[in-house]
């Protein structure tokens, strides 16, 4: 089964029609995005971009051939321009399936916004799924196995594929392809980059891509070190790149502080921010949760690990860090070093950046100071990705 993207944006298209935004005033070139629209196999038409014959025939392709044309758009969707000649564009009701004249089989699914979805499944058995704008499936039921592609709305609806990836709709070899794309994110760099951190990837409009080919299915790293200092935006972009799959076990390495109302307003705003489906430990023994078979953990964050380590060997004080402490420090980071280069999780780790320059004024603060760094490099040197995070910008530092 082959797939022409005719569009891959937002209803509105990117940029957006007078739009002064960053991110519309670099949506260039390949970046630039009509409203999303499917070709399958030249019969099927899901969706409709602006001008769609001039679409089909910038990507070598023609839709003479099209007898079903199918909208999965709210009625608010974009404005419909059906070229003369293709058959009436209809929506189907929930639940029903349509057989094409091309041997295409179509099955209307609910989703949780309004709009439909669509599976389509070649004669030859190959399956897809296309999401509308802004939506989930409504409920998944039991699943036929993971389909060989999916197309959806992955930044705006992250939860949508971590559902798909539970109910084993989308595993390891599905190709998730982002569509209805929008200015919320800076095309080019930054796009690719979040979108291969979900295990899913965006291409330009006029791309035919083969349902079933998964030689551009993303490597998901194991391993990540996301660093940043105060409120650099570190958390949320370490909390980004795994709200995409299910049942992530949150390590909150801080405990809690009885009495401290802003700590507890600190944990909850963190909390709200979490998907529902991920589960909290309250912990700062890491290395067991890093041995154990499990979902993916993130660890927020490794600078409160290495205070409650330091209070555990009296590293604060200068004659027991001579006399002892130092060696016990290093144990510990050496069996979490170790942890974390042995483990068959995924795992992302937030650090705080504090090498910057500042001095601070006691021998237990540049203690600190020193030991963070020389365990962030450690970890550092165990992790496929690292990034910095400086105002809300993620930077890679490898491989991201």
């Not at 057989?99 to 699914?109: C, D, E, F, Q, T």
């Not at 004669?123 to 989930?136: I, K, S, T, V």
């Not at 420090?329 to 910057?356: F, P, Y």
Request: charged share 25%.
């Amino acid at each position: 089964m082959e797939l022409t993207l005719l569009g891959t944006g937002a209803p509105d298209g990117l940029p957006r029609p007078d739009c002064p935004c960053a991110a519309c005033a670099t949506a260039t070139g390949d970046e630039a995005r009509a409203a999303t629209a499917l070709l399958v196999d030249g019969a099927l038409l899901l969706d409709l971009t602006p001008g769609p014959a001039f679409a089909a025939a910038r990507a070598g392709r023609s839709i003479a051939g099209v007898r079903q044309v199918l909208l999965s758009h709210p009625h608010d969707g974009p404005a419909l321009e059906l070229p003369a000649g293709l058959p009436a564009a209809v929506r189907v009701p929930d639940g029903r399936e349509l057989s094409v004249i091309s041997g295409h089989r179509v099955r209307a699914l609910a989703v949780d916004a309004p709009g439909t979805g669509y599976e389509v499944t070649s004669a030859d058995g190959e399956r897809l799924l296309y999401l509308p704008p802004g939506a989930a499936l409504a409920g998944l039921g039991t699943m036929a196995g993971p389909y060989d592609m999916v197309l959806l709305d992955v930044l705006d609806r992250p939860d949508a594929l971590a559902r798909l990836r539970e109910a084993g709709a989308a595993g390891p070899t599905t190709d998730v392809i982002a569509v209805h794309l929008d200015h919320d994110v800076p095309p080019g760099r930054e796009l690719h980059r979040r979108l291969a951190a979900a295990g899913a990837r965006a291409v330009p409009d006029g791309t035919t891509l083969v349902v079933g080919d998964y030689r551009e299915v993303p490597d998901l790293p194991r391993r990540t070190l996301v660093l940043g200092g105060a409120r650099s935006g570190k958390s949320v972009e370490a909390e980004r790149r795994l709200e995409s799959f299910p049942e992530v076990l949150y390590v909150a390495t801080g405990g809690t502080r009885e009495g401290d109302r802003d700590w507890a307003a600190r944990v909850a705003l963190h909390r709200e921010r979490r998907p529902g489906s991920w589960r909290t430990a309250e912990t700062c023994d890491l290395v067991p949760l890093l041995a154990e078979e499990g979902p993916p953990l993130l660890v927020d964050c490794l600078a409160l690990w290495l205070t409650h380590a330091m209070d555990s060997v009296g590293a604060w004080d200068d004659a027991t860090w001579a006399d002892g402490g130092r060696d016990a420090l290093a144990a510990r980071t050496a069996d979490l070093v170790a942890a974390v280069r042995a483990t068959r999780r995924t795992v992302v780790l937030v650090s705080n950046e504090v090498g910057s320059g500042v001095v601070p004024a006691t021998s237990s603060g540049r203690r600190f100071r020193d030991e963070l760094g020389r365990l962030n490099a450690a970890i550092g040197d165990e992790c496929e990705h690292i990034l910095l995070v400086v105002a809300g910008q993620a930077l890679p530092l490898r491989g991201a």
